[in-house]
């Protein structure tokens, strides 16, 4: 399985972005999916996930500005970000995670958001 993560870009103080990761094949199996984020000298955190039941998580810096939603159509997951802050300036990863016959996360290639303030 492939994914593929577009939609980063350079914003400022407030604006907002539209994170897609489309996967090569149906996501219909995958038990969740969802975003991480990586910004320099940081580890890599959970921004937001979402069940293949309609269920989401968030991490509380993004609550109330972020949501995630899932297309099971397209293969894809989306996250929409508002009111972004600097601190939001990461390289965004999706995953998504298989868990027959065996649990394996699979990663899309990363796509740069840079917030200006």
């Known amino acids: 399985v492939q994914l593929q993560a577009s939609g980063g870009g350079l914003v400022q103080a407030g604006g907002s972005l539209r994170l897609s990761c489309v996967a090569s094949?149906?996501?219909?199996?995958?038990?969740?999916m969802g975003w991480y984020r990586q910004a320099p000298g940081k580890q890599r955190e959970l921004v937001a996930d979402?069940?293949?039941?309609?269920?989401?998580n968030y991490a509380d810096s993004v609550k109330g500005r972020f949501t995630i939603s899932r297309d099971n159509v397209k293969n894809a997951v989306y996250l929409q970000m508002n009111s972004l802050k600097s601190d939001d300036t990461a390289v965004y990863y999706c995953?998504?995670?298989?868990?027959?016959?065996?649990?394996?996360?699979?990663w899309g290639q990363g796509t740069q958001v840079t917030v200006s303030s």
């Open positions: 995953h998504a995670d298989r868990v027959d016959p065996t649990l394996r996360r699979y």
């Open positions: 094949r149906s996501i219909f199996t995958f038990k969740l």
């Open positions: 979402i069940s293949n039941d309609g269920s989401t």
